[in-house]
Every structure is written in structure tokens, then in C-alpha cells.
């Protein structure tokens, strides 16, 4: 399995011919350094929650035309993208199929934010190796308590550095990929994954820079 970053939280996972599009949002495309284009073949795009930098609604509607992919999402987003003309599965909970991927769905509340609602966030695991929370550090996530790849917001206005590392310890996945930093000048950026991986390293987490748009990293599926 394969894992692709594309700013912020859109990260695109790969086995086979079988490619998962997670939230391709508003400032991975926003500077041009991704263009819709990029996603001609993925199979699946999963939105876990309705935001704008996790959903730009105009590239979706591009990346749906060039590739075929459903859009799968929880009960909340269908009915938004709707609006939009665009046709959406819900997928929130239980286990979905396809031929190299096994996909599991759990609700996992949105952090707080200075709203007086929040949306409703999903969270997806693939194969059950990879776990993306979306805006979550919901304490249940524990029952994944191992998993091999964690995606971690590492950055937001709703966490601190502290927040960050007492999820992933209570998480303590083999690998760290880091999201939710796409707001970030590079020299912070750098400064940032370098004192995770430093954070990271004694408690036997691999913390994995993913900085340009296309960086990959290879995931050995568990047996």
C-alpha cells in the first residue's frame, strides 16, 4: 500500500488499481501546486467531514468528471454535496468492500471549534493498517490503539502541540503521517516535523515528513 500527501489533509492512498482520495479540500488547490488532474484515476473519494479545507467543492466536481470515482461520505455531507449536484453514498459506519480495500467507518465527533455546531466527522480505517480520524482525538479511537499508520492533525485552531502528543501516545501507532498543516510556511513546517520526530522517536512512533504535494511513503499491509 502506498500513501500519497497532497497538502493539508488530502492524501491519497494506493494498491492495486484500487486508489482512495481523502479529503481533496481548498488549499491543496488553492496555489496551483495540485490540480485536479492529478486525481484522472482514483476509484473512491472519502470525505470525512464538511469543511471547506477538506472538501473545495469545484475540484470535486472536476476530480468526479476526469475519474468516475463515488464520493462516499457521512449522512451530513451527502446532504451538502447534494446541493452541489453531486451524487454521494453514506458510508458512517460497518465495512465496505472493494477489491483491494476493506474500509471501516466509525463516528468520531469534530474537536471543538469557536462554532456553536459542529459538523459530523468520520473516521475510515483501510485495511485495517491505516486509520484517518479526520478532525478527531476522540478517546475511543483507543480501541485502534496500535495500528500501524496513524493520520495525525498535527496543526489547527483547535489543538496544541500537547494535544497532538497525548493523542498519539494514547494512539501509539507505528507510523506517524502528518495532516492538517497546509496553512503553513515551509521553514515552520520543517521546524515542526523536526521536533515531533525528535517528541516521537523514544516512544518507538515514526514520525514521517510528508512536505511537497506527491510525497509517498510504502506500507507493508499486516498479515
Excluded at 458512517?92 to 466527522?121: C, D, M, V, W
Aim: charged share 20%; hydrophobic share 40%; with cysteine.
Amino acid at each position: 500500500m502506498r500513501i500519497y500527501k497532497y497538502i493539508h489533509s488530502c492524501l491519497l492512498i494506493e494498491e492495486g488499481e484500487d486508489k482512495i482520495l481523502f479529503d481533496p479540500g481548498i488549499f491543496s488547490f488553492l496555489e496551483g501546486k495540485v490540480h485536479p488532474e492529478a486525481f484522472k484515476d482514483v476509484t473512491i473519494i472519502i470525505i470525512t467531514h464538511q469543511h471547506p479545507d477538506h472538501v473545495d467543492i469545484s475540484a470535486l466536481k472536476d476530480i468526479v468528471v476526469r475519474s468516475g470515482a463515488s464520493v462516499v461520505t457521512n449522512t451530513e455531507g451527502k446532504k451538502a454535496l447534494e446541493k452541489e449536484n453531486i451524487a454521494t453514498t453514506v458510508f458512517e459506519e460497518g465495512s465496505y468492500q472493494t477489491k483491494n480495500f476493506t474500509i471501516r467507518a466509525l463516528a468520531a465527533q469534530h474537536e471543538k471549534i469557536l462554532s456553536s455546531t459542529l459538523p459530523q466527522n468520520t473516521a475510515y480505517i483501510i485495511n485495517d493498517t491505516f486509520l484517518n480520524p479526520g478532525d478527531s482525538f476522540a478517546s475511543h479511537l483507543s480501541n485502534l490503539k496500535g495500528i500501524k499508520v496513524l493520520a495525525l492533525p498535527v496543526m489547527a485552531p483547535w489543538n496544541t502541540e500537547l494535544a497532538v502528543a497525548q493523542f498519539a501516545e494514547m494512539m501509539t501507532p507505528q507510523m506517524v503521517i502528518p495532516v492538517h498543516d497546509g496553512y503553513a510556511k515551509d521553514f515552520f513546517l520543517k521546524q515542526r516535523y523536526e521536533n515531533y520526530g525528535k517528541y516521537f522517536s523514544p516512544l518507538g512512533i515514526k514520525f514521517q515528513p510528508m512536505t511537497l504535494p506527491g510525497d509517498v511513503v510504502d506500507i507493508t499491509m499486516r498479515s
